[in-house]
């Protein structure tokens, strides 16, 4: 049994900063995919960001420049670094992790950008 769980989110002014992290625990033998997604009321789940296991990164053009992932394998987390937030950044942020071959989802935490 994996869980992933996620932390960090909150109320911020527009162009202010914040950073999510996703812990994942159980057994745990390999964590290939790290990525963040977000779901903004009324809209689809879209895709935010990824990291692969070798450190390779990949952005929505939405986020590029202002968001950064990262990971730290040794604490099976990953994290969003998120600068220059806007309110249109609202949303409930999701982390997916490809641990042991298969998907897995946290349960999201909620960021609200103010204008």
């Known amino acids: 049994q994996v869980q992933l769980v996620e932390s960090g989110g909150g109320l911020v002014q527009a162009g202010g900063s914040l950073r999510l992290s996703c812990a994942a625990s159980?057994?745990?033998?390999?964590?290939?995919?790290m990525a963040w997604h977000r779901q903004a009321p009324g809209k689809q789940r879209e895709w935010v960001a990824t990291i692969t296991a070798s450190g390779s990164t990949m952005y929505a053009d939405s986020v590029q420049g202002r968001f950064t992932i990262s990971r730290d394998n040794a604490k099976n987390t990953a994290y969003l670094q998120m600068n220059s937030l806007k309110p249109e950044d609202t949303a409930l942020y999701y982390c997916?992790?490809?641990?042991?071959?298969?998907?897995?989802w946290g349960q999201g935490t909620q960021v609200t950008v103010s204008s």
């Open positions: 159980g057994s745990i033998f390999g964590i290939n995919l």
């Open positions: 997916k992790m490809i641990v042991n071959s298969r998907n897995y």
